[in-house]
């Protein structure tokens, strides 16, 4: 039996039975089927070779693809991240919003009962000084009642000043501050009671 020099990954049964019988072959014909081997081997390699680069190129772009949606997963979870840190941000913001807005209005009605206790304070007047002019009330009494709605107009106005000042709460118009010193829970209280 002859001897084979190379080992053919591309040798099938037809070829293996060839081989045995290669003795019997003549030289042209060996040749021809050592050429068949030869290209039957380089196709396979080359097949093989291409399903290998093929599946290389696969894998490197599903590991692209990977990282972009991994990439953009991060994006998306920031992103959400954002936004609720936002609507509670704008909702800290709204609330705050309107307790200005409430204040502000609050004030101007304040501000506007005064001005109404003001422009009582006058109409009185001009009535007393009518009833005055015609000797209805004395002199004395006019100045009487014109000192009390002037003492009940200036301790309106200095209350709603001295509250707003000191004891209204900034936040919220229709709420009084409690600081420490009003709620005995101050070190100075502490100290002083023991």
């Not at 042209?28 to 089927?33: F, G, H, I, M, V």
């Not at 190129?57 to 936002?86: E, F, G, P, Q, W």
């Not at 009390?148 to 200036?154: C, G, Q, T």
Request: with cysteine; hydrophobic share 45%.
């Amino acid at each position: 039996m002859p001897t084979v020099d190379y080992a053919f990954p591309a040798v099938d049964h037809a070829t293996v039975n060839a081989l045995a019988n290669a003795g019997s072959l003549s030289g042209s014909s060996k040749d021809t089927l050592i050429n068949n081997i030869k290209t039957a081997e380089t196709n396979n390699f080359l097949q093989s070779l291409n399903a290998a680069d093929s599946a290389s190129n696969s894998s490197l772009a599903y590991a692209v693809l990977l990282s972009r949606n991994k990439t953009i997963d991060d994006i998306a979870t920031d992103m959400t991240a954002r936004n609720i840190r936002l609507q509670h941000g704008a909702k800290d913001t709204y609330i705050r919003q309107g307790q200005i807005n409430e204040w502000q209005a609050q004030n101007k009605l304040d501000t506007l009962f005064f001005l109404q206790l003001t422009f009582l304070f006058f109409s009185l007047t001009v009535i007393f000084l009518f009833l005055r002019r015609y000797a209805i009330i004395t002199n004395g009494m006019f100045w009487i009642f014109t000192g009390l709605f002037m003492f009940i107009l200036i301790g309106t106005f200095w209350n709603r000043v001295a509250y707003t000042n000191n004891s209204r709460d900034q936040k919220s118009w229709n709420r009084r501050y409690i600081g420490l010193d009003d709620s005995l829970l101050s070190k100075t209280k502490n100290c002083d009671s023991v």
